[in-house]
């Protein structure tokens, strides 16, 4: 029976490894009921290190040794990609696996198998907040658990066609009379919004990380789909509906990390993004499963020019964050301004 058991669960791992182009057994296991972007150059070639039976053989002998406890968690996290709450998947941290003519380390190998199929270093990594391996270096015993990593977005590499436009930061009614106030040890307050109009009350975040999601399993943070909204768009409907498991917004010590949670790309607009010195902001496409740093407050500081006419203008403008869920806005669009979003937030943080 224990045995029947440990195999029944190896097998359901197996068959929810991340999709590679020309498996199709994996492609329909994996997308959702209504497809799922899986984020940029998510999908390989089969051509890669080791065959199909090779990375096969490989992924069964490792989970063989893990215990069955483990197992059943990492199996909680990979079929509900993320969404449901799951413990950190503690094993060995240098032990390597030879797969065709390269060697991989345990951890990455199994990030490989159940995520980033086209992952090739772990330099291309985040380990999020919630895992117990978060800020420890070089451990004898390291999270495994896919779920618990993100993707480092590369704002170095070419950027999509999202391109330049004027700064529009918009401010949202009372906001500035809340921050003003001090009245709550806040780090920030958010707003959603629906194109022009602002969708229930802002939320004050004390917690050093809130998910903001449309609908979630289970998980506390700010959910977007218990707000009363009148919008009857078909448009806004639609997003609403793809917002899924929305992001994760955490304070570290490095600044405030976004991670998109959901199955589509988010579009990220921060002043501190950007170089200094440019007269305008670029809107950055994040794809599902990666991290940005979409705030620095050693640069948002360095920001605050007295001769600087935008921040005499609007002393906040670069404390705020603004985010968009599936459509993006600019020149490239026909959404020139954020307004004309379907759904989109705004992240005011407390300057104190």
């Not at 199909?52 to 989970?63: D, F, G, P, V, W």
């Not at 218990?226 to 304070?251: A, E, F, H, P, W």
Request: charge should be positive; aromatic fraction near 10%.
């Amino acid at each position: 029976m224990f045995r029947t058991k440990r195999s029944g669960l190896i097998r359901r791992l197996w068959r929810s490894r991340a999709p590679v182009e020309g498996d199709a057994e994996a492609d329909t296991r994996t997308r959702g009921p209504g497809g799922c972007c899986m984020g940029k150059g998510a999908k390989v070639s089969k051509g890669g290190a080791g065959t199909e039976a090779e990375l096969k053989a490989l992924t069964h002998s490792i989970l063989k040794k893990i215990k069955e406890k483990q197992l059943e968690a990492l199996l909680q996290a990979v079929e509900s990609r993320g969404g449901a709450r799951s413990p950190c998947l503690l094993l060995p941290s240098k032990v390597d696996s030879k797969l065709g003519q390269h060697s991989y380390p345990l951890p990455l190998l199994l990030y490989k198998v159940f995520r980033w199929p086209d992952l090739r270093h772990s330099s291309e990594l985040k380990r999020l907040s919630c895992c117990e391996s978060y800020g420890k270096v070089n451990p004898e015993l390291v999270c495994c658990n896919p779920h618990h990593m993100s993707r480092l977005c590369e704002l170095e590499s070419p950027p999509p066609p999202y391109s330049r436009y004027p700064v529009d930061f918009l401010k949202a009614p009372d906001s500035q009379a809340r921050l003003e106030s001090g009245e709550r040890a806040h780090w920030c307050v958010v707003a959603y919004w629906e194109e022009k109009t602002r969708v229930g009350r802002l939320y004050s975040v004390q917690e050093p990380s809130l998910d903001i999601f449309y609908d979630l399993p289970q998980g506390n943070g700010f959910c977007l789909g218990q707000l009363n909204s009148d919008n009857k768009s078909q448009l806004v409907q639609m997003v609403r509906s793809k917002i899924g498991y929305g992001i994760q917004l955490t304070r570290e010590q490095d600044g405030v990390w976004v991670y998109n949670r959901s199955c589509y790309p988010i579009f990220i607009k921060s002043a501190t993004l950007d170089n200094p010195d440019s007269r305008t902001l670029l809107v950055h496409k994040v794809f599902p499963g990666f991290s940005i740093k979409a705030f620095d407050y050693e640069k948002a500081y360095s920001l605050q020019r007295p001769n600087d006419h935008e921040f005499t203008q609007q002393p906040r403008t670069g404390f705020t964050v603004q985010i968009s869920f599936v459509k993006g806005w600019g020149q490239c669009y026909t959404r020139q301004f954020i307004s004309s979003c379907p759904c989109w937030l705004e992240v005011i943080f407390n300057t104190r």
